[in-house]
């Protein structure tokens, strides 16, 4: 075996002192402080998980760019909501299906503080800040009077416990609190009745403490785990702010100290060295009862000094002329470490024109679509909008023939975030209308990337017209009325077509026709 261990040596360049076949396997100087630890994806956030959450939310709650990165990820994630489009080939149906969902979106939050759509942003906001956030499937009684007797709960990522971990008897597994089966499917959740950190303030813990920190085992198919995956394996979500958390806390603390050199460098003060302490100043107000006088000056006052006086300002260091560039630097870091764009972060606009801050905002959409349809959609519209479904089918909210032998078919939907605004919409209009005009964009496609549904602009572009011919209105942005009127014949002449030619006109036998 004593071969295999030279040629190992030989082949990371161990040795005669040859380099490394790789610069990060080499141990020389500039490695000697770097000891890197590799724990699997489970290991590393089940030590770390706790931590990082609690540093992001602090940074969250008092650093403003922390909570103006989140928010700006919210905001053109989710704005005001990805909505579904039923994909069934009935309209008739199709149309019931988007009235009843409709209808219950006003009613889906089991806290009743917003719509469907506002649950949307809750639980991504939950999932940036906290790394993850659990959506609870909440069944109602049909006497509730709701639509369809289903709501939503939105619950942080502390009521599922990171230190819960077990085996069961029947041989499945608990790891940091979701129970798994012996084929490595999630079976169940163990989530804390209120949450851990609220204690007596938490709406249903009792007076006697009892309670609050127990755990209750909800069945997986009530609970969706909305994090994103990074590593394969991965069971539970990092915050989005890891990587910044070290750089954003410190970067406060220099603004902070900056902050105050130059509050200190606005002061004015001066000071009076003299021979004779004892002898009043021009200007010297009267002793107080610790003894200090002070001395004032006011604009154009020559002060004569006495002999063996002397005066002295202060002149305070400044903040430096690299402060802002340094701080520009800082925030570039931050934005790339967040995945957004640095005028995102800070709102600074001064360094930027058209086509790079359209570059800037390209590569952020893709980022922000990897997310929707990775993450949010897969992981959180599409269950609620089959857990809706069945639930309305079952209660008779919905009448769907075939539905239990073509449920996928049934369910199938197409789900439309909302469109994005561009910095100059002329041009990027103007590049839609000519890839619709030559086949490489269909008008649906067109107006579900601006985040509407194409039957409902139709059917208002269709209204909107009826409407105007009642009124005999005329408009510019009515194609109709681009194209020249027809003449109609009379019943006393006839009219030749344009196009057609007098038969008086037609060429003889021996005549040449003309060009």
């Excluded at 790789?22 to 630890?37: D, H, K, N, Q, V």
């Excluded at 200090?292 to 020559?302: K, N």
């Excluded at 002397?310 to 995945?339: C, H, L, N, T, W």
């Amino acid at each position: 075996m004593a071969w295999l261990g030279q040629l190992k040596r030989r082949l990371l360049g161990l040795s005669l002192g040859a380099p490394p076949v790789y610069e990060g396997t080499g141990g020389g100087r500039r490695a000697l402080a770097w000891m890197p630890s590799n724990p699997g994806a489970v290991a590393a956030l089940s030590l770390a998980q706790d931590e990082l959450r609690a540093k992001s939310r602090d940074l969250v709650r008092r650093n403003a760019w922390a909570a103006a990165g989140i928010e700006a990820f919210v905001a053109n994630a989710i704005g005001t909501g990805i909505k579904p489009q039923s994909m069934m080939q009935n309209q008739a149906i199709r149309e019931a299906i988007h009235s009843l969902w409709w209808d219950w979106c006003e009613q889906a939050d089991a806290a009743g503080l917003t719509d469907f759509y506002g649950l949307q942003a809750l639980a991504t906001r939950a999932m940036l800040e906290g790394g993850e956030a659990l959506v609870r499937l909440r069944y109602r009684r049909t006497e509730d009077g709701l639509p369809v007797a289903l709501q939503i709960q939105v619950l942080e990522a502390e009521h599922l416990p990171t230190t819960l971990n077990r085996d069961l008897p029947g041989g499945n597994v608990i790891r940091s609190g979701i129970e798994f089966d012996r084929l490595g499917r999630r079976v169940a959740y163990h989530l804390y009745r209120s949450h851990p950190n609220d204690g007596l303030l938490a709406p249903m813990s009792s007076s006697d403490g009892g309670g609050g920190l127990d755990t209750v085992r909800v069945d997986a198919s009530e609970v969706i785990h909305l994090f994103r995956p990074l590593r394969p394996g991965q069971i539970r979500g990092e915050p989005w702010l890891t990587r910044a958390l070290v750089k954003l806390n410190e970067l406060d603390q220099y603004d902070d100290a900056e902050l105050v050199r130059k509050k200190t460098a606005a002061m004015f003060a001066g000071f009076i060295t003299r021979m004779a302490p004892e002898d009043n100043l021009m200007g010297e107000s009267a002793a107080d009862a610790n003894g200090v006088a002070l001395a004032g000056l006011e604009p154009g006052t020559l002060q004569i000094l006495e002999p063996g006086e002397d005066i002295k300002f202060s002149a305070p260091a400044d903040v430096g002329s690299s402060y802002a560039e340094f701080m520009r630097q800082q925030f570039r870091a931050v934005a790339a470490a967040m995945g957004i764009t640095y005028e995102m972060l800070t709102g600074d606009l001064t360094q930027v024109n058209y086509s790079s801050i359209r570059a800037g905002l390209l590569e952020f959409r893709r980022r922000c679509e990897a997310l929707q349809h990775g993450v949010i959609v897969h992981q959180l519209c599409r269950p609620i909008w089959r857990a809706w479904m069945d639930q309305a089918v079952l209660e008779g909210a919905l009448d769907l023939p075939g539905y239990r032998k073509d449920r996928r078919a049934c369910q199938a939907a197409k789900w439309i975030p909302q469109g994005w605004s561009w910095v100059d919409p002329q041009k990027e209009f103007n590049a839609m209308k000519l890839a619709i005009r030559a086949g490489l964009m269909s008008r649906s496609e067109a107006i579900s990337g601006n985040g509407y549904d194409a039957e409902d602009v139709d059917r208002e572009i269709a209204a909107d017209n009826a409407r105007a011919d009642e009124l005999g209105l005329v408009f510019d942005s009515d194609a109709r009325h681009d194209q020249m009127p027809v003449p109609v014949p009379t019943d006393s002449q006839d009219v030749q077509p344009a196009d057609t030619p007098d038969p008086a006109d037609a060429p003889t036998d021996n005549q040449d026709p003309q060009p």
